[in-house]
């Protein structure tokens, strides 16, 4: 009878995985003749065993490494992010030294203790079957290869590590501030990723991460008091109960002080779990039968535990808003899990904390589940350019709390726009293209990435037109998911709906810290003279309304444009970005004139947008 519970069940996992597996295969281009694509594969076996007591675990790895390159490597890297955790580490000296510190970091890595540090030791490591040589520099592992792993040529890692989880400062931990046992991100050695610009190896100081398509195989060994969720599927439920096992089948508990879980992940670039002997487990399906999972602490107070309850249905509403706007979810789970230090993404779940109001537990939810496509399936270099993670993801997000909780908002940016205007007034701003780790203030960090990005999309809709906007968004995401997409492909994307040339929009405002600053300088009769004061050109909206009463709308592209959005405003003659006025006749005396009148375009100064006669 338990032969055939688990072979039942064991199909029907294997079914979800072969099915996310031909969607994946509708969208990975590993080498392509026509435009020359290619990205690396990995697919991780891993078998750990934690001690609960000590916060420690040992490990095995293999790893199946493809080379899809058309370059032979002879290093290859591995990110040992727990070492960031250590006094003396980059990221300790970076928080200490920064303007503003993250409230979370500040000077606690300084202040850890032996028994609380967090590390990842590699032990052994063999290219196919040979030791090769390695070096641990910091939170990156350094490995020389015996042999080059040519273009083309797939490889076998096999490693053995120990590692010991951190107290939670960031992200990953132990016992954090709401006594989840363990948060574990970044807890595994991850090959770096290789792509058309090189390795990238930057020094773990807490920000973003990039990482290699692939496959994952994890086995836990944990204390079996513990509820473990996280990414992929389990493929023993029987075995661990907790919430996951067919309540209509047999549950065959094996003897002894732990349980094995067993997790299979398809085609993600991450594996994330989280473990507390404490977790409420819930799970609903959606109408598009999508399993959504929820674990949270059953200690926590009435209120917070009514939250999450409340939170479920709503979070089946975002994942089928984001799959509706933006592109079909391809998994068929997603886990929410109370753990962490703020909310965190991950691939098919997140961490959340989880005492918080309703508003702000399904806000963090909705943000970090929009990751999952920005991100998560659109798999930009978030180091590189967290603009597009980031700020997307809020735009996303934004607009889908705005329609779930029909909060009626005209702008559901407006928060953006607000945190934007105030970093430019204080003069603390950096462009766009800045690497993650390189901004001197995290609020310089925190608003180029969130705002500015989010303005970009929001502000593309003035550009281009909402609709543009809206089917790029589908075409974007058709065409670049389970890749890693570059700014340039967003602005691609962009000008095939729209016709528009948008080489200048990407230019100011993700490469430079130009500002947008239009006014109204006259008007004299019918004739109305506008004016450039920003260094950032744009096209322009214009409001008229006539001494008669009577009110008329007009468009100006932008030279550089070659083209005009879907308007119904009478449509005048482009401008060109370097004629600091433009002078126009309108066929009725003018009372007065408004520009940006949808608060669409990042004006600066919008007290000059307005003049009446």
Same mark, same amino acid.
């Given at each position: 009878?338990?032969?055939?519970?688990?072979?039942?069940?064991?199909?029907?996992?294997?079914?979800?995985?072969?099915?996310?597996? +031909?969607?994946?295969?509708?969208?990975?281009?590993?080498?392509?003749?026509?435009?020359?694509?290619?990205?690396?594969?990995?697919?991780?076996?891993?078998?750990?065993?934690?001690?609960?007591? &000590? %916060?420690? %675990?040992?490990?095995?790895? +293999?790893? #199946?490494?493809?080379?899809?390159?058309?370059?032979?490597?002879?290093?290859?890297?591995?990110?040992?992010?727990?070492?960031?955790?250590?006094?003396?580490?980059?990221?300790?000296?970076?928080?200490?030294?920064?303007?503003? $510190?993250?409230?979370?970091?500040?000077?606690?890595?300084?202040?850890?203790?032996?028994?609380?540090?967090?590390?990842?030791?590699?032990?052994?490591?063999?290219?196919?079957? +040979?030791?090769?040589?390695?070096?641990?520099?910091? =939170?990156?592992?350094?490995?020389?290869?015996?042999?080059?792993?040519?273009?083309?040529?797939?490889?076998?890692?096999?490693?053995?590590?120990?590692?010991?989880?951190?107290?939670?400062?960031?992200?990953?931990?132990?016992?954090?501030?709401?006594?989840?046992?363990?948060?574990?991100?970044?807890? %595994?050695?991850?090959?770096?990723?290789?792509?058309?610009?090189?390795?990238?190896? $930057?020094?773990?100081?807490?920000?973003?991460?990039?990482? #290699?398509?692939?496959?994952?195989?994890?086995?836990?060994?944990?204390?079996?008091?513990?509820?473990?969720?996280?990414?992929?599927?389990?493929?023993?439920?029987?075995?661990?109960?907790?919430?996951?096992?067919?309540?209509?089948?047999?549950?065959?508990? $094996?003897?002894?002080?732990?349980?094995?879980?067993?997790?299979?992940?398809?085609? #993600?670039?991450?594996?994330?779990?989280?473990?507390?002997? +404490?977790?409420?487990?819930?799970?609903?399906?959606?109408?598009?039968?999508?399993?959504?999972?929820?674990?949270?602490? &059953?200690?926590?107070?009435?209120?917070?535990?009514?939250?999450?309850?409340?939170?479920?249905?709503?979070?089946?509403?975002?994942?089928?808003?984001?799959?509706?706007?933006?592109?079909?979810?391809?998994?068929?789970?997603?886990?929410?899990?109370?753990?962490?230090? @703020?909310?965190?993404?991950?691939?098919?779940?997140?961490?959340?904390?989880?005492?918080?109001?309703?508003?702000?537990?399904?806000?963090?939810?909705?943000?970090?589940?929009?990751?999952?496509?920005?991100?998560?399936?659109?798999?930009?270099?978030?180091?590189?350019?967290?603009?597009?993670?980031?700020?997307?993801?809020?735009?996303?997000?934004?607009?889908?709390? *705005?329609?779930?909780?029909?909060?009626?908002?005209?702008?559901?940016?407006? @928060?953006?726009?607000?945190?934007?205007?105030?970093?430019?007034?204080?003069?603390?701003?950096?462009?766009?293209?800045?690497?993650?780790?390189?901004?001197?203030?995290?609020?310089? %960090?925190?608003?180029?990435?969130?705002?500015?990005?989010?303005?970009?999309?929001?502000?593309?809709?003035?550009?281009?037109?909402?609709? *543009?906007?809206?089917?790029?968004?589908?075409?974007?995401?058709?065409?670049?998911?389970?890749?890693?997409?570059?700014? *340039?492909?967003?602005?691609?994307?962009?000008?095939?709906?729209?016709?528009?040339?948008?080489?200048?929009?990407?230019?100011?405002?993700?490469?430079?810290?130009?500002?947008?600053?239009?006014?109204?300088?006259?008007?004299?009769?019918?004739?109305?003279?506008?004016?450039?004061?920003?260094?950032?050109?744009? $096209?322009?909206?214009?409001?008229?309304?006539?001494?008669?009463? =009577?009110?008329?709308?007009?468009?100006?592209?932008?030279?550089?444009?070659?083209?005009?959005?879907?308007?119904?405003?009478?449509?005048?003659?482009?401008?060109?970005?370097?004629?600091?006025?433009?002078?126009?006749?309108?066929?009725?005396?003018?009372?007065?004139?408004?520009?940006?009148?949808?608060?669409?375009?990042?004006?600066?100064?919008?007290?000059? *947008?307005?003049?009446?006669?």
């Amino acid at each position: 009878m338990r032969k055939l519970v688990l072979l039942v069940l064991s199909i029907a996992v294997l079914t979800s995985c072969a099915q996310t597996k +031909e969607v994946y295969k509708k969208f990975i281009v590993k080498k392509s003749s026509n435009n020359g694509y290619w990205q690396q594969q990995v697919n991780y076996t891993m078998d750990i065993d934690v001690d609960v007591n &000590k %916060y420690q %675990y040992k490990g095995k790895q +293999e790893l #199946v490494y493809t080379n899809n390159s058309p370059d032979d490597l002879d290093k290859v890297f591995y990110h040992l992010y727990f070492n960031a955790f250590q006094p003396g580490s980059q990221m300790d000296v970076r928080s200490l030294n920064i303007k503003d $510190p993250d409230r979370r970091v500040r000077d606690r890595i300084s202040k850890l203790k032996p028994d609380e540090i967090g590390y990842i030791k590699v032990k052994s490591l063999t290219q196919n079957g +040979e030791a090769v040589n390695f070096e641990t520099v910091g =939170t990156i592992l350094e490995v020389t290869l015996n042999k080059p792993i040519k273009a083309g040529e797939s490889v076998t890692f096999s490693m053995n590590f120990d590692a010991q989880v951190p107290v939670q400062i960031r992200r990953s931990g132990r016992n954090n501030a709401e006594g989840v046992a363990l948060s574990m991100a970044q807890w %595994y050695p991850k090959m770096a990723e290789y792509d058309f610009e090189g390795w990238h190896t $930057p020094p773990y100081i807490a920000r973003e991460f990039h990482g #290699v398509w692939g496959d994952f195989d994890v086995t836990i060994h944990i204390d079996k008091n513990y509820v473990v969720g996280g990414t992929g599927y389990v493929q023993n439920p029987q075995e661990v109960g907790h919430g996951y096992e067919d309540k209509s089948k047999e549950l065959t508990l $094996p003897e002894g002080d732990k349980l094995t879980w067993h997790f299979k992940a398809p085609n #993600v670039h991450d594996f994330m779990w989280a473990a507390d002997p +404490e977790y409420n487990h819930d799970k609903i399906t959606t109408k598009d039968n999508i399993d959504l999972h929820f674990f949270y602490k &059953k200690t926590m107070e009435d209120k917070y535990l009514k939250n999450w309850k409340n939170l479920q249905p709503k979070t089946a509403e975002l994942i089928e808003y984001f799959s509706e706007n933006v592109g079909q979810y391809p998994y068929k789970q997603y886990s929410v899990i109370q753990g962490g230090d @703020g909310g965190m993404e991950y691939a098919m779940s997140t961490l959340i904390t989880g005492q918080r109001s309703f508003g702000s537990l399904f806000g963090v939810t909705a943000h970090e589940m929009a990751h999952t496509w920005f991100q998560f399936l659109l798999a930009t270099n978030e180091s590189l350019h967290p603009w597009m993670d980031e700020g997307f993801t809020t735009y996303i997000s934004n607009k889908a709390e *705005n329609k779930i909780l029909e909060e009626g908002r005209e702008n559901p940016h407006s @928060g953006s726009y607000r945190g934007y205007y105030s970093i430019v007034s204080r003069g603390y701003e950096e462009t766009l293209s800045t690497h993650s780790d390189r901004y001197n203030t995290n609020w310089a %960090y925190g608003t180029a990435s969130y705002s500015k990005g989010a303005i970009f999309l929001s502000q593309l809709e003035y550009v281009i037109g909402k609709e *543009n906007v809206a089917k790029g968004l589908k075409k974007y995401f058709n065409d670049f998911s389970f890749k890693h997409p570059t700014p *340039n492909d967003i602005k691609r994307t962009m000008e095939k709906i729209s016709g528009i040339h948008l080489d200048w929009y990407l230019n100011e405002w993700t490469q430079t810290t130009h500002t947008i600053d239009y006014g109204v300088k006259s008007i004299d009769g019918k004739s109305i003279t506008l004016e450039r004061i920003g260094q950032m050109p744009m $096209p322009i909206d214009v409001d008229v309304e006539y001494t008669d009463g =009577t009110k008329e709308s007009f468009n100006i592209a932008l030279e550089m444009m070659r083209g005009n959005k879907p308007t119904t405003a009478t449509i005048l003659k482009d401008w060109g970005w370097a004629y600091p006025t433009y002078t126009f006749t309108t066929p009725k005396e003018v009372k007065s004139v408004q520009l940006n009148t949808s608060g669409l375009m990042a004006d600066v100064k919008p007290d000059n *947008n307005k003049l009446s006669k």
